[in-house]
């Protein structure tokens, strides 16, 4: 069984940082590609960035140069920091870890809410 366990998020004011961390426990592989997503209130979930066990990363365009991903394979470890938050980016965060040949092969973590607010 898989288990990541997601932690970091909490309240920050706008242009502020935080850092979220997602550990990874059980049966996983450091071949898994490991991304972030969020989801507002009344919206869908959406992806944030990811990173193939190689380091190469994707992002969605509206984090480009504000977000980073990475992870430590030895401590099955991916971590978003994020800089310059607005309040648009407020929502429950969600740890995602899938294999990269198999799509069916995928798990969630339970979700950390980030709040950027005044």
């Known amino acids: 069984q898989v288990q990541l366990v997601e932690s970091g998020g909490g309240l920050v004011q706008p242009g502020g940082s935080l850092r979220l961390s997602c550990a990874a426990s059980?049966?996983?592989?450091?071949?898994?590609?490991m991304g972030w997503y969020r989801q507002a209130p009344g919206k869908q979930r959406e992806l944030v960035a990811a990173i193939a066990s190689g380091g190469s990363t994707n992002y969605a365009d509206s984090m480009k140069g504000r977000f980073t991903i990475s992870r430590d394979n030895a401590k099955n470890t991916v971590y978003l920091h994020m800089n310059s938050l607005k309040p648009e980016d407020t929502a429950v965060y969600y740890c995602n870890a899938r294999h990269p040949l198999i799509p069916k092969i995928g798990y969630w973590g339970q979700g950390t809410q980030v709040t950027v607010s005044s």
């Open positions: 059980g049966s996983i592989s450091n071949i898994y590609i």
